[in-house]
């Protein structure tokens, strides 16, 4: 049976396109992140992919809890979504700030949604893939949107943009959310130019680390080349 696998991409390093706009915009986010020397800084966006209006935001630790930037962005998301259930239906709906949505709750969430499919999430950092504290990853949390469908077949979520990738600081086994994405049928698209920027910013309340990264560490993507280096869709624009 052939792959059904999505692609990855590689943007240039073109600080005039939307989507270096945008992780320059989850930059921002990033740098408001409360003080942790055992955590990354990171920022998220979800965006309109017609628009590119921000649809929801959030950084590390932004909600109680050991809160990651995808997860506080998509918790806040829902909570939109809830809210205008509540109005429409008049039925109180569990709010993701105090409750966080487990499988299944979330495409109940989504039953009459009429507001935009295949939505674009930015992340300055790749999304974690294991979590040393056992909690949900946003690996998983991403996973879990991205099986929401439209009654057409459409994504909730189809492209994911990202500034950095992750090295082996916290999780020795590595970063392998951008197969499990692919393998979901998510885009992966990493972002040129705002590597060095993303990951400063994601380590500036952390100790410095004295070993190098491994070769499969270094930033870019996750098979550890150089955002700006040729790859599949190396230099192609989706806007």
């Not at 039925?91 to 989504?110: C, H, I, M, R, T």
């Amino acid at each position: 049976m052939a792959s059904t696998a999505a692609e990855v991409h590689h943007l240039p390093a073109t600080p005039s396109t939307p989507h270096h706009t945008l992780l320059q915009h989850a930059l921002s986010l990033a740098r408001l992140c409360p003080r942790s020397t055992t955590a990354f800084s990171v920022g998220a966006l979800l965006v309109s992919p017609t628009t590119s209006a921000i649809i929801s935001d959030g950084y590390s630790r932004e909600l109680p809890g050991n809160t990651h930037a995808e997860e506080c962005c998509l918790r806040k998301f829902y909570g939109t979504v809830a809210a205008a259930r509540t109005a429409a239906t008049g039925v109180k709906q569990l709010e993701p700030k105090d409750v966080d949505y487990q499988d299944g709750q979330v495409s109940a969430l989504f039953e009459g949604y009429g507001g935009e499919w295949e939505l674009d999430l930015y992340t300055t950092m790749v999304p974690c893939s294991k979590r040393m504290s056992g909690l949900r990853t946003c690996l998983d949390r991403i996973i879990e949107a991205s099986k929401v469908t439209s009654p057409d077949g459409k994504k909730l979520i189809k492209r994911v943009f990202c500034g950095c990738g992750e090295d082996d600081r916290f999780v020795k086994e590595g970063n392998w959310a951008e197969g499990v994405l692919r393998d979901a049928g998510i885009e992966v698209w990493w972002v040129g130019g705002l590597e060095s920027e993303c990951r400063g910013v994601a380590e500036m309340w952390l100790e410095k680390k004295t070993d190098k990264p491994t070769a499969a560490k270094q930033e870019g993507g996750f098979d550890g080349k150089s955002v700006e280096a040729s790859g599949a869709g190396a230099g192609e624009m989706p806007m």
